[in-house]
């Protein structure tokens, strides 16, 4: 079984083919398709290569399967004795994606 991480919107993820992933918002409509030149590992059954930062001439191709965006989060601020709070929140929008095919040479 072959798998790679790769690095998108400052986060790493661990990918195999076929896997859905949510990331963060890549500016791609549904159906179209994009490549992650920033592989920072490719393992592939026995090889392992570690890249220095990234792997050369390494790839992962995926498909924009939806945009979407993520339940709110609430974040309460507060201080003691002050007279003081706060509630803000917000809501994550992300981008799932299937990866398709994964690219060492």
Request: aromatic fraction near 8%; proline fraction near 2%; avoid cysteine.
């Amino acid at each position: 079984m072959s798998y790679a991480i790769i690095q998108t919107g400052g986060k790493q993820y661990r990918v195999a083919e076929g896997d859905i992933l949510d990331v963060e918002k890549l500016p791609l409509e549904a159906g179209q398709s994009t490549t992650f030149t920033d592989v920072l590992m490719v393992a592939n059954g026995e090889k392992t290569t570690i890249g220095a930062p990234f792997v050369d001439k390494a790839s992962v191709k995926a498909e924009v399967v939806d945009q979407w965006k993520d339940e709110k989060v609430i974040a309460f601020k507060f201080r003691r004795r002050k007279g003081y709070h706060r509630t803000v929140g917000h809501r994550r929008q992300l981008t799932k994606l299937k990866i398709t095919s994964i690219t060492a040479k």
